[in-house]
Structures are given as structure tokens and as C-alpha cells.
């Protein structure tokens, strides 16, 4: 075998070599990022994310009790940092399509078939802001009454509002798994569960 083709030899073999250890390394860093998203995310990348969170769209089905009577709505929610907040009810029909938003210090409602005055009356929870994942994350950044349990693949965030006797306590439940919410509990001063929110679909940007 002559020089040329020695040497023709060594280069094919020297890029094949950098091709394969390029592909390798392409392939190992796609499967690590893939599961940092996964199972191998930790518990404080999750609550970090979470409370980091600049936009986010819900659908979420609340569970509202008053001493009268118990309420259950399935909504639309959307939160624009730092103060644009939406939310639309879905269900029941009666009072669908009623929307709700906030922009700094206003609050708008859209509705054509339903007096402005009765949502205010019948729908207290609803305008109040405790519902809104926003306000929880507020909250457990500003408050020092605030503790963190892991529990069933679920990390658990408890925050304590003093100034309130009916959303004293409040819980989010987050997935391990999706790192998103799953559920959130707010009760009163006697730990009486008043708001049950399940979230039904979650998207949000960090």
C-alpha cells in the first residue's frame, strides 16, 4: 500500500471516528434534556419553576361551598404578568361566557344576558383573585408563614393568608411527574375546605 492511499485510509477512519463521537454526544445530550423535563427533575427545579412563571393559560373545574349550598364551575383561565389576569366560565350553561379580567387596579366584566350587579352578589369567589394561581404564588413568595411536603409523587406548597378568616390556607399540589399543578385547596380559619380547584389542562411559560 502506497503513502497516498495510507494516508486516504487514516482520514476516513479519523472522520468516521469524530462522526460516530459527535452523533453519540448529539444523542446523550437530547435523552438528558428529555428527562431533566422527566422523572429526574428536582423537587426545587419544580417549585422554582412554578414560582417563576410569567404566563399561563388553565381549565380548571372549582368546587365553591358556602353555608348554604355547594357550586362547581369548570373555567378558563389566563394570567400575563405582571397584572393582566382573564377568566371565563365554561360551566354552568347559565352563566356561561361570562368573563372576567383584570388589569392593574380595574376590573372588567363582559356579559350581554346577565346583570353586571348579581355576578358581584351571587359570585364572590369568582371576582376575588384567591382562585388564581398567580395570587398563590404571591403569596408564598411574600409570606413567611409557608412550608413545603412531599407526598405521593406530589410536592405540596402551603401558604397562610392571616388577613383573611375565609382563604386563610391555601395548598397547590404539583406534580413530580409534569412538574404543572394539579390541584390547589384553600380553607378557612377553622381548616373548613370552602374552594377545591382541580386543574383539568395547564400550559405556562417560565
Do not use: H, W
Not at 359570585?123 to 403569596?139: A, Q, V
Not at 405540596?156 to 406534580?175: G, Q
Amino acid at each position: 500500500m502506497n503513502r497516498n492511499k495510507l494516508l486516504k485510509r487514516i482520514i476516513v477512519i479519523v472522520l468516521l471516528i469524530l462522526t460516530i463521537t459527535f452523533l453519540f454526544i448529539f444523542f446523550y445530550m437530547n435523552k438528558s434534556k428529555k428527562m431533566k423535563f422527566g422523572n429526574t427533575m428536582s423537587s426545587q427545579e419544580i417549585i422554582n419553576n412554578i414560582l417563576n412563571i410569567s404566563e399561563y393559560e388553565t381549565v380548571i373545574e372549582a368546587e365553591i361551598k358556602s353555608n348554604k349550598n355547594t357550586n362547581k364551575y369548570i373555567m378558563k383561565q389566563k394570567y400575563i404578568a405582571p397584572n393582566i389576569l382573564e377568566q371565563e366560565i365554561i360551566e354552568p350553561e347559565n352563566i356561561q361566557g361570562i368573563k372576567i379580567i383584570k388589569k392593574e387596579n380595574e376590573l372588567k366584566v363582559e356579559n350581554t344576558r346577565l346583570d353586571i350587579s348579581k355576578i358581584y352578589n351571587d359570585y364572590e369567589y369568582m371576582t376575588d383573585n384567591c382562585m388564581d394561581l398567580n395570587t398563590f404564588i404571591d403569596s408564598y413568595k411574600s409570606n413567611n408563614e409557608k412550608k413545603v411536603e412531599e407526598k405521593n409523587n406530589e410536592i405540596i406548597l402551603y401558604t397562610e393568608n392571616k388577613d383573611s378568616k375565609y382563604t386563610r390556607y391555601r395548598a397547590l399540589y404539583i406534580s413530580k411527574e409534569t412538574g404543572k399543578p394539579t390541584k390547589m385547596e384553600i380553607k378557612d380559619d377553622s381548616k373548613k375546605t370552602l374552594i377545591y380547584i382541580l386543574y383539568k389542562e395547564v400550559k405556562f411559560t417560565s
